[in-house]
């Protein structure tokens, strides 16, 4: 039996599922199991630059940049939920914070700043992949049921 963290005193390892790079080649978008989104701009640390927790359970799927334009996410939970997220929001509030002396922002608060739109995309839940196209303002859900969704950036079917 292998000890948990909490017993261990270390923290948990967090481990990349998906990583996708936007059109600034400096910046790139990993989705991990711990329900995190974590933004790393390259140029700066190896410290993401931003983390956002739009879900309570790791995303089902990600899209970064959709139809070309820039900080936008498309994130999907395997429960049916799709959130439309723009980091340039977020941002503002983490800037907005510094210059005020006030505390950052946390993760969910930033992600519900970030957060413009959300959809029961599948009511039934069960959502394993998400996919953006790469010019047009397309994005497709799928379900373990074979139940494909084409929405539109505006996410209507």
């Known amino acids: 039996m292998t000890p948990s963290a909490a017993s261990t005193g270390t923290m948990p390892v967090v481990a990349v599922d998906r990583i996708m790079l936007g059109s600034d080649p400096s910046l790139?978008?990993?989705?991990?199991?711990?329900?995190?989104?974590?933004?790393?701009?390259?140029?700066?640390?190896?410290?993401?630059?931003m983390v956002l927790a739009p879900f309570k359970q790791p995303p089902a799927g990600v899209a970064f940049e959709l139809a070309g334009r820039q900080g936008i996410i498309a994130a999907a939970s395997e429960r049916g939920e799709l959130k439309l997220m723009d980091i340039r929001q977020a941002y503002s509030a983490m800037s907005a914070a510094s210059a005020a002396g006030a505390p950052m922002p946390g993760m969910a608060e930033l992600s519900a700043t970030a957060t413009y739109k959300t959809v029961a995309a599948h009511s039934k839940g069960g959502v394993t992949a998400l996919v953006a196209h790469a010019y047009a303002p397309l994005l497709a859900t799928g379900t373990t049921n074979q139940v494909v969704k084409v929405w539109t950036e505006s996410c209507e079917v």
């Open 28 to 49: 790139l978008l990993a989705a991990c199991n711990d329900a995190t989104l974590r933004l790393f701009d390259i140029r700066a640390s190896r410290v993401a630059a």
